[in-house]
């Protein structure tokens, strides 16, 4: 059973949700503007003109969303803000999945005392303030999205390590893994051919639940100075300069805060969805 095969149901089901289907069309509309606005819009993203400082937004201007303290335009530096956000979480997200499918399918499969270490490594790594830990890391090394993208990482596998485990329990006592081990396949094998398959529409529907997680602490790093570092931006890293000219400029704090939220709710909603489409209890 192919990952795709697998998908199949939750695809089809997806369609048919309108809550579900609008955030993953609100998200595709998003990524599209965030990847191709550059090349649609006159202005760059690190161009000043220091005669139009902390213009108001209007649409009767070539800037939509105003521009900040330095003349750069804000319509510009969002959708940047936009891309680096989205594709910091994805990557971040792709980490722990990676990690954590990983170590959660070793340890439910071959049980036991290997299965009860594993676990309470994972228990003791849950008692660790893990976001004082990140903001240590980005303080000792040198800043970079590398550092970021296995910081994030490291945080959000822990939980998907523990569904995956769950899962991989559950599965193991099937009769097409015990059809697989008397035809002689290696446990290496059933995990990748015969678990993995099986577990990964539950594990995309978890991944859209920690996305979210891992948007909200690169934007709480790049609020607080230690994420994305000038010239380049994220939501965060606007919303952080938008603060300081609330009062003045209040569209720098407003026009990012709104698209961090409307990212959030959508992932969101769209997790919520899929986990009650995947649901083989709920209500038909």
């Known amino acids: 059973m192919s990952a795709f095969a697998a998908l199949k ?8 949700s309108r809550t579900v289907s609008t955030c ?14 550059p090349y649609l819009i006159p202005n760059n993203y690190l161009s000043t003109d220091f005669d139009g400082r902390l213009l108001s937004p209007t649409f009767t201007d070539q800037h939509f969303f105003g521009t900040d303290e330095l003349g750069r ?41 290997v299965d009860a270490l594993m676990m309470r490594a994972v ?9 004082f830990l990140v903001i240590l890391l ?13 910081a994030i990482g490291a945080i959000n596998w822990l939980d998907m390590a523990r569904i995956v485990r769950g899962q991989t329990i559950s599965l193991k006592r099937r009769e097409f893994v015990d059809a697989a081990r008397l035809m002689g396949v290696s446990s290496a094998g059933i995990i990748w051919r015969h678990i993995t398959p099986n577990i990964f529409g539950v594990v995309i529907v978890y991944v859209t639940l920690t996305i979210p997680q891992a948007i909200l602490v690169e934007s709480f790093l790049s609020f607080l100075g230690l994420g994305i570092q000038e010239p380049q931006t994220s939501l965060g890293a606007l919303v ?18 709104s698209v961090l939220a409307v990212i959030l709710f959508c992932f969101n909603f769209l997790g919520d969805g899929l986990r009650e489409l995947a649901d083989p209890k709920r209500k038909t």
């Open 240 to 257: 952080n300069g938008g603060v300081s000219h609330m009062e003045s400029a209040s569209w720098l704090l407003i026009i990012p805060a």
């Open 123 to 131: 228990d003791a790594l849950y008692a660790l303030p893990f976001i």
């Open 24 to 37: 993953f069309f609100v998200l595709i509309i998003l990524g599209a503007i965030a990847v191709l606005g």
């Open 73 to 113: 335009d804000l319509f510009a530096r969002t959708m940047l803000g936009v891309r680096v956000t989205l594709f910091i979480a994805i990557i971040a997200s792709v980490v722990s999945l990676t990690i954590g499918v990983l170590y959660g399918a070793i340890a439910g499969f071959i049980g036991g005392r």
């Open 138 to 150: 980005m303080v000792v090394f040198e800043r970079s999205m590398l550092l970021i993208f296995v």
């Open 9 to 16: 149901p939750l695809a089809s089901r997806l369609t048919g």
